[in-house]
T-cell receptor, first 113, second 112 residues
Framework: DQQVKQNSPSLSVQEGRISILNCDYT??????FLWYKKYPAEGPTFLIS?????DKNEDGRFTVFLNKSAKHLSLHIVPSQPGDSAVYFC????????????FGKGTTLSVSS | KAGVTQTPRYLIKTRGQQVTLSCSPI?????VSWYQQTPGQGLQFLFE???????NKGNFPGRFSGRQFSNSRSEMNVSTLELGDSALYLC???????????FGNGTRLTVT
């Protein structure tokens, strides 16, 4: 049973537009949520995180929104750049230490110029 | 600052053998976690070590084990390899208890 789901395997966006990646979760005990980006042949790279006590966190072009009642979070990238093309993973943890992360299966983002 | 280093990058083993993978965390990081990535199951948590103690363990059989040394370096071992153990094994480290994980580039294990 998947506790973290990324229902869109892929997303294509034009350069300069907004990319919105979505993630749903089922475990109400999750307390900390993260987004990672992964290029081929490399390990995942941390992008941004959000605690369950917040509903929004921004870092430059990246914003994560959390809707606890809907058990849904999203990552907004504005503006999208070709270098953002990668696989994006949503992850969740039951503790603020962010250990024992539960990952979604990823969304492949393609940004065309 | 050097990142998380995993060795070797690639391994080919035969079913029934055992394998040991190594991970050197970022300097100053005391928590080390291991994850398995497969096309079917995605990224799955194996275990996490902090100050040489296993703090958390995922849902994997006992054939998967690990340890952490006093210098925070970690190893994971898989005994009696099965074809399904073919995967990318990722190590990640972090500093204090609420920092995000920093991943290495992984060890690609192929079991034939």
């Amino acid at each position: 049973d998947q506790q973290v789901k990324q229902n869109s395997p892929s997303l294509s966006v034009q350069e300069g537009r907004i990319s919105i990646l979505n993630c749903d979760y089922t475990n109400s005990m999750f307390d900390y949520f993260l987004w990672y980006k992964k290029y081929p042949a490399e390990g995942p790279t941390f992008l941004i995180s959000i605690s369950s006590i917040k509903d929004k966190n921004e870092d430059g072009r990246f914003t994560v929104f959390l809707n606890k009642s809907a058990k849904h979070l999203s990552l907004h990238i504005v503006p999208s750049q070709p270098g953002d093309s990668a696989v994006y993973f949503c992850a969740a943890s039951e503790d603020q230490a962010g250990t024992a992360l539960i990952f979604g299966k990823g969304t492949t983002l393609s940004v065309s110029s | 600052k050097a990142g998380v280093t995993q060795t070797p990058r690639y391994l080919i083993k035969t079913r029934g053998q055992q394998v040991t993978l190594s991970c050197s965390p970022i300097s100053g990081h005391r928590s080390v976690s291991w994850y398995q990535q497969t096309p079917g199951q995605g990224l799955q948590f194996l275990f996490e070590y902090f100050s040489e103690t296993q703090r958390n363990k995922g849902n994997f059989p006992g054939r998967f084990s690990g340890r952490q040394f006093s210098n925070s370096r970690s190893e994971m071992n898989v005994s009696t390899l099965e074809l399904g153990d073919s995967a990318l094994y990722l190590c990640a480290s972090s500093t204090i208890l609420d920092s995000p994980l920093h991943f290495g580039n992984g060890t690609r294990l192929t079991v034939t």
